[in-house]
């Protein structure tokens, strides 16, 4: 785990009912992430992911690759276009600084609207 | 006419609201229901929670309302007040200091941190306003938060269609390589650039066959079917004549050959379409695509 690696693209398929259960197993029950119709009628396009999963997927995407023995120590991240209903969630990910066991990871989640969220997560890895 | 930066200096010097508790300890069953809706197989999280959880645990739930005291939601009612009606959250950093432990039980506070603005955004003028909130376990801060939302006044020109421009239509400019091609298109043929010489297909349409150098061009008339190879939505510029967003397609005809036009219908690669015709006016037929009703 050098500066400079990059973490494998990850894809998430963002299925309604992927939506809806993440956002009740984070207890949010706002009702843009599970009733369309009222989604819609406030503006939005679909249902769309909430930013508890979002967190939650980028922390997911660190340590699929860094392994559980990883400690996550914070994430970073800057909201952009949302993950609507049915949209790809493609992850891409890259080192871009380490101390001794501290890690920097640059991640970046897209779906064909723009950048979903971008963002840092700090780890510590084991020496 | 609402002081928002006086208001917000008030709201800040309440400094930190009062502890929330979280309805549940830290459990394994919402560990195992958010590990199972986000398909992480992590192995580790049998004692301790996933630390991007942390605010799972003090969600107000399905009846959940904000408490008096709660800087965020008594800065929204007055941005509301002001005329700031629209919320978008722009960032969230959670820094965790340590993992946390299932039995463990939460309580989280809030400070209102900043609020900064008016500021003219993509989706209108705004404030930032920027929340720090902690969780304890018991007197030890577990975890942090900063969150920033902006509050808006949404900008209706950007939701309004823009107008199409009033000048005309780009036109092609045809010349002796070209005009077979739009002559084709005004009598229905989308045709096909067919070397003279050794019969290959090409397209755009060029005086010399890159194969074999011959320069007596001819052509074939294709069947107007094929898939979408590749496209793009155009959002901007305007351009004279069209109403944006547009969606331009370069697609693989049967032939063999990639022609580029306008695609009526949501583009997707590999999308089955079929030319037509659209006449301008007597000098002037343009061919597009549409997905083609067979699919």
């Known amino acids: 785990m050098r500066i400079g690696d990059s973490l494998p693209e990850w894809h998430v398929e963002a299925t309604p009912t992927f939506v809806i259960s993440t956002a009740i197993a984070t207890r949010d029950f706002q009702d ?41 120590r914070q994430v970073n991240i800057r909201l952009g276009a949302p993950c609507y209903a049915y949209d790809t969630l493609k992850f891409f990910g890259q080192v871009i600084g380490r101390s001794d066991q501290d890690l920097t990871i640059e991640v970046v989640g897209r779906t064909g609207h723009g950048d979903h969220v971008t963002g840092t997560v700090k780890i510590e890895v084991p020496a | 006419m609402i002081d928002i930066e006086k208001e917000a200096a008030r709201i800040a010097e309440q400094g930190e609201s009062a502890p929330r508790l979280a309805r549940d300890p830290v459990n394994l069953p919402m560990i195992n229901n958010w590990l199972e809706a986000l398909g992480d197989r992590h192995p580790g999280y049998t004692e301790v929670a996933p630390p991007a959880m942390v605010q799972v645990w003090t969600m107000g739930g399905l009846h959940g309302q904000r408490t008096l005291d709660d800087p965020l939601g008594a800065m929204m009612k007055i941005l509301d007040e002001a005329g700031f009606t629209s919320v978008v959250a722009t960032n969230s950093d959670q820094t965790y200091h340590r993992y946390l432990r299932v039995g463990e039980h939460l309580s989280v506070t809030s400070t209102l941190e900043d609020v900064t603005g008016p500021k003219k955004t993509a989706l209108g003028e705004g404030w930032f306003v920027t929340t720090r909130s902690t969780w304890y376990v018991g007197d030890e801060p577990v975890a942090e938060m900063r969150f920033r939302v902006l509050k808006f006044r949404p900008a209706e020109k950007a939701v309004q269609q823009p107008e199409a421009p009033k000048a005309q239509a780009i036109r092609p400019s045809i010349n002796r390589d070209t005009e077979y091609f739009w002559d084709g298109c005004r009598e229905g043929e989308l045709r096909i650039q067919r070397c003279g010489g050794c019969g290959l297909l090409r397209h755009p349409p060029g005086p010399m066959c890159p194969e074999c150098g011959a320069t007596k061009p001819k052509y074939l008339v294709s069947d107007g079917r094929g898939v979408v190879y590749s496209y793009v939505v155009h959002h901007h510029p305007q351009v004279p004549g069209k109403q944006t967003p547009f969606v331009v397609a370069l697609v693989e005809l049967d032939e063999g050959v990639r022609m580029l036009g306008e695609l009526d219908g949501e583009p997707s690669i590999g999308l089955p379409v079929e030319v037509v015709f659209t006449k301008v006016d007597d000098e002037l037929t343009m061919p597009s695509w549409r997905p083609r009703a067979d699919r």
């Open chain 1, 32 to 72: 843009v992430h599970h009733d369309r119709d009222l989604a819609i009628q406030r503006g939005s396009k679909d249902i769309f992911i909430n930013i508890l999963t979002t967190t939650g997927l980028v922390q997911r995407y660190v340590t699929d690759w860094a392994g559980p023995e990883a400690l996550v």
